[in-house]
Every structure is written in C-alpha cells, then in structure tokens.
C-alpha cells in the first residue's frame, strides 16, 4: 500500500515555464489536496477536490490549475511559473466527511523557480 | 473564516524538560475539528490527534497531552520530559470542511 505518491521530489524551473505535479493514492480516498509550505506560514492550501470532476480553491489558488478525472489522482499544473512559487507543496487525502478526516500527507515535492 | 495561531515560532528546551506548544483558532462554526500533526526533520508529516469541538475531555498519550479548552479557544499540547527525538516542527490545524493549518512551532530538544 503505497499511500499518497507524489512526483517529481525536486524539481527547478526557469521563470515562465509550466509544470505539473503529480499526486496520486491508493486508498480510494474521496477527498485530495494541495498545499503549499513556505517558512513561517505553515501549510497552506492552494486546491482540493472531494470526488472526481469536483475541484475547488482554497487559500491561495492564484497561479495553480487542477483537475481530478479520477479517484485516484489531483494533478497541480504550474501554467507560467513564478519566483514566488518556489516553495514545497504537499498533496493530501482523506475519506470522505464533514471536516473530521486525518489526512494523509505525501512526501513534498521541492520546486525552485529561478 | 477559519484562522489558527500558533503564537511561539521556535522552542529550545533541554533534554527532560516539559514543553508547551500552544494554539489558539478562531471559527464561527459550532462543530469543527483541531488536529497537530508532526514534521521531522526528514519531512514528512505525522498526524497525532484530533479533537471535535464538542468533546473537550483532555487527552493523554504516553508522553503527550492535550488541553482543550473552548472558552479560550485553545488547543495546547504538552510533551513530558522531552527528547531529543521530539525535535520537530508540530502544527496545529482546524478543520470545517478544509484544513486551515497555524504557521507551525519548530521545537528543539537538546541533549
């Protein structure tokens, strides 16, 4: 049971270029999301999507892009990548529920954007 | 709107010490959810606990306690005589709906 997967680990972009991270789990979690961690301000959240074709914004969705064509994955598209994007982002996911879910957490993805 | 405050950015203790993270919120929601979760140096982040807005018994789990109090709208956790493997970064985070995370308390345990 591999959890939450999330690709690239590291990755640096040029100003202007696009990306997409990928997330994807295997525990038939309804409900993913992307954060993003940035020194001294916690974790916060950019999308989330509780079932397949449903996504919405969370705190700071400005710059970011995503979709959720199936369960088990929430792809986070960088479309013109920006200094202020370098951060580490997280994907999540949970069961289903009314905000009472442990979610689970994948590994970060470091992007560097030059 | 949803808001955390973790007040304490950084935490040196000794080795044995007893800790205090703090944490206040701020909902307007009657029912919601309080959870910490755990960073370590290697990244990842670890769930400890979570707390519903209706049950405000204190919890205890071998070293770690929690104090949750709604009428201080505060959910602080304490971690007895410490070690250095507790060095981490805790946050704590609401949730009604989505999770709202504090901006985290980085805690060092020295030898």
């Known amino acids: 049971n591999a959890g939450v997967t999330q690709t690239p680990k590291f990755q640096v972009l040029k100003t202007g270029q696009s990306m997409t991270l990928q997330c994807a789990q295997d525990m038939n979690h309804e409900y993913m999301s992307w954060y993003r961690q940035d020194p001294g301000m916690g974790l916060r959240l950019i999308h989330y999507?509780?079932?397949?074709?449903?996504?919405d914004q969370g705190e700071v969705p400005n710059g970011y892009n995503v979709s959720r064509s199936t369960t088990e994955d929430f792809p986070l598209r960088l479309l013109s990548a920006a200094p202020s994007q370098t951060s580490v982002y997280f994907c999540?996911?949970?069961?289903?529920?009314?905000?009472?879910?442990?979610?689970?957490f994948g590994a970060g993805s470091r992007l560097t954007v030059l | 709107a949803q808001k955390v405050t973790q007040a304490q950015t950084e935490i040196s203790v000794v080795e044995k010490e007893d800790v205090t993270l703090d944490c206040v919120y701020e909902?307007?929601?009657?029912?919601?959810?309080l959870f910490w979760y755990k960073q370590p140096p290697s990244g990842e982040l670890v769930f400890l606990i979570r707390?519903?807005?209706?049950?405000?018994q204190n919890e205890i789990s071998g070293r770690y306690s929690w104090n949750f109090q709604k009428s201080t709208s505060s959910f602080n956790f304490t971690i007895t005589a410490s070690q250095v493997v507790d060095s981490a970064v805790y946050f704590c985070a609401l949730s009604v709906g989505d999770m709202r995370f504090g901006a985290g308390t980085r805690l060092t345990v020295k030898p």
């Open positions: 909902t307007r929601d009657t029912t919601y959810y």
């Open positions: 999540a996911s949970s069961h289903p529920g009314s905000g009472a879910n442990v979610l689970t």
């Open positions: 999507s509780v079932g397949a074709g449903i996504t």
């Open positions: 707390r519903n807005s209706f049950d405000e």
